[in-house]
């Protein structure tokens, strides 16, 4: 994909500097809005304003909404109070919304007086919902119908309101605004005679969403239905708006990029990686590595406890990365799976003592494997190989053993925390890879000085 | 959610047993399907064709599609011939495809039997394309009109064809099956003239991907372009299928469960966690456990390489898990997101020397941050108040400096890997946490001994 973008850049970069605008118009008018903001973003900030001017009123609003919000801003800058008029009557109000929300005061004032009274009070609506919410990703333009509507009403109905509402293909039944039933435009067309009733044809058991639902809630119903749209209801099932399947695709998106990020030890970003400062990206890492690197104070205090044995058998000490490191990529591996089962909602908090037991079954497996592994390769490589005289049998059925023990209690550890998180109403993904190994490194050392004393007396 | 679902579960259980057929149909059909395959999974295995066959033939259809491989086998051999052809015959290909795909050969005889010539043409052609190319995922079931049609003939021909169309929203010019054009069914009704030529009003630069398209990439187009459906052509350019939205939706979970495995340290699994057995865990687990705990060999042996450093200095020992926890977590929060951005697209190989820049100067903050606190911390807390003895400024300047060191060399590493793999066509996400953390702790330690050799002397 990336080389045609370069090709079409250049070309439009030729032609710019050649001001060719009838051909540049040309050929801008034939891209789809999402590529025209790409390829916008890769000029110059006195350029952007002057290939947009170039784009025909309806591509202009579509490429404008799919722009970073710093070119959305740059532009806006740039525009006449007419131009602005003209991008913001051709937005969804959900668009609209978004823009508000991403826009410095100033801007958004501008904002404001060129929209519609009407489209003013659906921003603000759209607003008032809490971030993530169902209602803050809506949309309130849709089709709504009657049930004494006709199908041949119906389909006149949309095609005199279709043109401003973000989908068609859904159609939503209203009795005095409460939410009675759904028909699709295919059903609509598929019906034999024009004079149906919409109350005979229409869908009576919508599946719907309150304002308040969560956003994640929301995409995964989506994709559970395969719906195009669904609505949005308030308390009282008053219908108030619908989320279209792209919004839901764009919430899934980054609603896994925030998962990803906090199972990295990071703070989720609001911004790209590519546009995010230096200082920025410093702010979202620090604090969990500092908190992490702080807790490492009990594994310090650990080995500092067992000094004297460790300066006894001095051959332990080689040994303590390896069974740190094998417990905390079992523990991962347990905690990344539970996740993500409980983030697409394939687990539950009742599954608890079946997890426990397969992950038993799972790390005795896993742990006898390695273990094994461990023996043959200390005795082969550290002893024979490599000449290590302080290995003995003893030794060697020291460090395995504490293996075993370690990748039993991290695959525990690893599968039940995010469960535990999930039940105290904290964010499984906090409990991912760089939290269990923090507790797993302190664990394994203790279970091996344990098996140190007990059969080396150390 | 759930606890609807239980209380539904519970009044189905209730009517079975006092075998109220008629309720239980009048609940049933009023269900979505995506519910009532997931209620009847919960049922047990003689009690579920029996629930099934209460389901109307086309809800029973949809309802089928939506569960689980071992329950659509069970239900498959309890259909006789009969009831297996109404099912099949309601079946879109894509779903009819992946079905023969999951069944044992047996079962895809009987599948096949049943199905209609033009279905099984459809299947083979299906089946032909490679796992996870959008020639695998797509359907053949779409709606296709002529550059010449009216606007009214081609809704004529929606009317009469769609019933069997997985979607009719956007439809197909095409020219001697070359793709030559789209129309909207929006734009169809919102056309003012019932006489216009379709080759008037469709829009021409049709994107589109081929049949060897990786479904990742087909899944990316369609959130970026948000298109209900995205055509698929042969290299000829012949409209062959059409991947819809809700399979694109599927392809980007599936991708990312994908990834996030990968990222854990595993192999990535077929079935979900909880229908996996805890051998299938194991197989999935293990080869990544084995192979890091066995390159753990070489921190095993730098440690024993400086043994007498470390009997000389014993407070050193205590510092190694904090110092290579710290180097593990900061270059998997680097590694994570540069994957991330990678799989999202927001980053390409082109980007090396500006992720390089970005995450020193990064890199240079977290570290300064990092030693500044860890300074503090040691003789604070293990010098000051732990009583410490062997604790002296160059101990801790020694650990502090190592500390910095190594969180610059994680993160470049974190960082730079995932575009090396990139780089080579390997999968960026098994240069996660796991693997860097492996790299990082020999480079920790390396570097911990170094500043011990130079300052201490030792």
Redesign the interface.
């Known amino acids: 994909m ?1 080389e045609i973008y370069e090709t079409i850049e250049e070309k439009i970069a030729d032609l710019l500097e050649k001001r060719q605008y009838t051909a540049l118009r040309g050929i801008l008018q ?3 809005p ?1 590529d025209i903001a790409q390829v916008l973003s890769g000029f110059e900030e006195e350029q952007i304003p002057l290939l947009f001017r170039l784009l025909p009123k309806e591509l202009a609003a579509e490429s404008f909404v799919e722009m970073e919000p710093e070119e959305q801003e740059l532009l806006i800058q740039s525009f006449s109070d007419r131009e602005l008029k003209q991008i913001v009557d051709e937005l969804f109000v959900d668009d609209a919304a978004d823009l508000v929300e991403e826009m410095p005061a100033n801007v958004v004032k501008r904002i404001l007086r060129q929209a519609t009274p009407a489209m003013r009070t659906s921003i603000n609506q759209i607003l008032q919902y809490p971030e993530n919410s169902a209602g803050s990703i809506m949309t309130t333009e849709y089709v709504s119908l009657r049930t004494d509507m006709t199908v041949e009403e119906s ?1 006149q109905r ?2 005199k309101q ?2 401003d509402k973000e989908t ?2 859904t159609c939503y039944v209203t009795k005095s605004r409460t939410l009675v039933g759904l028909v699709t ?2 059903d609509l ?2 019906c034999a005679d024009d004079e149906t009733k919409i109350g005979d044809i229409m869908e ?2 919508v ?1 719907s969403v309150e304002t308040q639902t969560d956003q994640e809630e929301v995409a995964r119903m ?5 719906f ?1 749209a669904l609505p949005v209801v308030d308390k009282e099932n008053r219908m108030v708006g619908i989320v279209t ?2 919004d ?3 919430v ?2 980054d609603e ?2 925030e998962d ?2 906090i ?4 703070l989720p970003s609001e911004k ?3 546009r995010s400062s ?2 920025e ?2 702010k979202n ?2 604090p ?3 908190l ?3 807790s ?2 009990f ?3 650990i ?2 406890a067992f ?1 004297g044995a ?2 006894a058998q ?1 051959a332990l ?6 069974l ?3 417990g ?3 523990g ?2 347990s ?4 996740i ?2 409980l983030s ?1 909602d ?3 908090l009742d ?1 608890l003592p ?2 426990i037991w ?1 992950e038993i ?2 790390a005795v ?2 742990g006898l ?2 273990a094994a ?2 023996f043959l ?1 200390i005795w082969l ?2 002893k024979l190989l ?1 000449g ?1 005289e302080d290995i003995t049998l003893l030794v060697d059925a020291v460090v395995c053993l504490a293996l075993f023990a370690t ?1 039993v209690v991290a695959k525990l550890v690893g599968a039940v925390l995010p469960l535990g998180a999930k039940a105290l109403g904290l964010d499984p993904a906090v409990m991912a ?2 939290f269990i ?2 507790i797993v ?1 302190a664990l394994s ?1 203790l279970l091996y000085f344990l098996f140190a004393r007990m059969l080396l007396g150390v």
Chains 1, 2 share one sequence.
């Open positions: 990336n034939e891209m789809n999402a389909i949309i095609r279709g043109v068609i293909y435009v295919k067309l598929l009576e058991n599946i989506m994709s559970k239905y395969n195009i399947f792209d839901a695709m764009d899934m998106e896994t990029t990803i990020e199972m990295g030890g990071m790209t990686y590519l230096a200082f990206l410093f890492r620090i969990w590595l500092l992490l690197m702080l490492a104070t594994t310090g205090m080995i500092s000094e460790l300066a001095a000490i080689a040994f303590i990365p390896m740190m490191g094998t905390g990529n079992s991962s591996q905690s990344v799976t539970v993500r089962a697409l394939e687990m539950h599954d079946i997890v397969k079954r799972t497996l896993c494997a390695l592994a461990c390769k490589v550290d490599l290590n990748v890879s760089p190994t923090s490194d050392l």
